[in-house]
C-alpha cells in the first residue's frame, strides 16, 4: 500500500481522454487501485493498494472509516448552516451530513474572506463534501483529505510525490 500526496489538476484515473495529468504516472509500475477517489480541484492523501478487494472494503460506508477533510470556504458560515450540516441535508442522492465539522481558524488573509473548517465523514459519495456545503449556499474554495481512517497526510510529503505505507501503519487501518 502507498500513500500519495494528490495535488491539485491530477485526475484519480487511469487514461483521460482529454490528456490531463493522472496520479498514475507519478506512481512506482504496478495494478493500484485508489482507495476512494479525489476530484482534479481537490489535494491531499490518497491510499492506493494492489488489492481491489482490500480498496472496497476500506472505501464501503459498512465499515464506517473516517475520511477527514480540511475545507477553505468563502466568507462565513453562520450557526443555522452549520446546524444543517450536522444534521443532514438532502442532496439529489440521499440524506447526508458530517459526522462533525469544526472551524479551524482564517489561516491568514483579510478577516471574513475565508474561513476554514475541518469536517469528518465516514462514507465517501462523490463530491460529497462540496455538495453538502453548496447545499447551504457555501462555495468551497480549497478541498484537502488530511486523513482516511488512522492515517495522516504526512506534513513531510510534497504533493506530487508517495510512499510505501509501512506494515505496521497499515495494519492500523483494520484494528480500527
Known amino acids: 500500500m502507498i500513500v500519495y500526496h494528490k495535488p491539485v489538476g491530477e485526475l484519480v484515473t487511469h487514461r483521460d481522454p482529454q490528456g490531463r495529468p493522472t496520479v498514475y504516472s507519478r506512481l512506482p509500475r504496478g495494478r493500484w487501485v485508489p482507495v476512494g477517489r479525489l476530484d482534479i480541484n481537490s489535494s491531499g492523501l490518497l491510499l492506493l493498494t494492489d488489492s481491489g478487494e482490500l480498496a472496497n472494503r476500506l472505501m464501503h460506508p459498512r465499515h464506517g472509516v473516517e475520511r477527514e477533510y480540511a475545507v477553505r470556504v468563502f466568507g462565513d458560515i453562520g450557526p443555522q448552516q452549520l446546524r444543517r450540516l450536522r444534521e443532514g441535508v438532502t442532496l439529489e442522492d440521499g440524506r447526508a451530513a458530517f459526522e462533525r465539522i469544526e472551524p479551524a481558524g482564517s489561516r491568514g488573509g483579510v478577516p471574513g474572506a475565508n474561513r476554514w473548517y475541518r469536517v469528518l465523514l465516514r462514507e465517501g459519495r462523490k463530491r ?3 455538495r453538502l456545503f453548496e447545499a447551504v449556499g457555501a462555495k468551497v ?6 486523513r482516511y481512517g488512522p ?19 497499515a495494519a492500523r ?3 480500527d
Open 128 to 130: 460529497e463534501v462540496r
Open 151 to 169: 492515517i495522516d497526510l504526512p506534513r513531510d510529503l510534497r504533493p506530487g510525490s508517495w510512499r510505501e505505507l509501512v506494515p505496521t501503519a
Open 173 to 175: 487501518l483494520f484494528s
Open 141 to 146: 474554495s480549497r478541498l484537502i483529505r488530511v
